[in-house]
């Protein structure tokens, strides 16, 4: 089974930061690679899919990239909204998640 | 608008069948675009996929649950459906239904990734 690595696995920052988050797999996946918002007590959101294209009605502070082992989400200008848990995802074979990351507030 | 709706019983005594269906709306769950799904989310903890089906009734597991889950399709009602034997406590989770959206790649085919998701129900296994 491919294991998706997280890291780290939380951060604090302020709002207006640059937040990068990064998502390893343990063998090459492609693009096939989604990313998750998750806020407490809510279902996970879709924000990325195929590494880089963002979902519809996305705010496009949010972007993604990368291929094969390595992929990065970055928010360039936190919002007081985007504090939440960020899950990375293949899906290349069956799916797995990453272990997720949690952006906090400063 | 397509909506996903989990129900079923929120408490499982231990050793029992944990029986979940999800419900449909907005769409139909026969079409060849999608595949469709469970996640779970123990407190706490983070995400892990259970299994999904096809609307034919193909289905994929995760290898650690595969011996004792089952997943299910009523075309006719618009669900689908979830089996878990043997819990214990270490299956109290949120249990999240999705659907999985087909991604077409020239090279790989049919790859599909999670875009709508239901709300989630709790699930306790407790005696």
């Known amino acids: 089974a491919i294991r998706m690595t997280q890291s780290p696995s939380s951060l604090s920052a302020s709002t207006g930061d640059r937040v990068t988050i990064t998502c390893r797999a343990s063998?090459?996946?492609?693009?096939?690679l989604a990313w998750y918002q998750q806020k407490p007590g809510k279902a996970p959101k879709l924000l990325i899919y195929?590494?880089?294209t963002l979902q519809s009605g996305v705010p496009s502070r949010f972007s993604g990239s990368g291929s094969g082992t390595d992929f990065t989400l970055t928010i360039s200008c936190l919002q007081s909204e985007d504090f939440a848990t960020y899950y990375c995802?293949?899906?290349?074979?069956?799916?797995?998640f990453g272990q997720g990351t949690k952006v906090e507030i400063k | 608008q397509l909506q996903l709706q989990e129900s079923g019983p929120g408490l499982v005594k231990p050793s029992e069948t944990l029986s979940l269906t999800c419900t449909v709306s907005?769409?139909?769950?026969?079409?060849?675009?999608?595949?469709w799904g469970w996640i779970r989310q123990p407190p706490g903890k983070g995400l892990e996929w259970i299994g999904s089906?096809?609307?034919?009734?193909?289905?994929y597991y995760n290898p650690s649950l595969k011996s004792r889950v089952t997943i299910s399709v009523d075309t006719s009602k618009n669900q689908f459906s979830l089996k878990l034997s043997s819990v214990t406590a270490a299956d109290t989770a949120v249990y999240y239904c999705?659907?999985?959206?087909?991604?077409?790649?020239?090279?790989?085919?049919?790859?599909?990734?999670?875009?709508?998701w239901g709300k989630g129900t709790t699930v306790t296994v407790s005696s």
């Open positions: 999705a659907r999985h959206f087909r991604y077409y790649d020239i090279l790989t085919g049919s790859l599909y990734y999670m875009d709508v």
């Open positions: 907005g769409g139909s769950i026969s079409s060849s675009s999608y595949y």
């Open positions: 089906i096809y609307y034919s009734g193909s289905t």
């Open positions: 063998q090459g996946i492609s693009s096939y």
């Open positions: 195929a590494a880089s």
């Open positions: 995802q293949q899906y290349y074979s069956i799916w797995t």
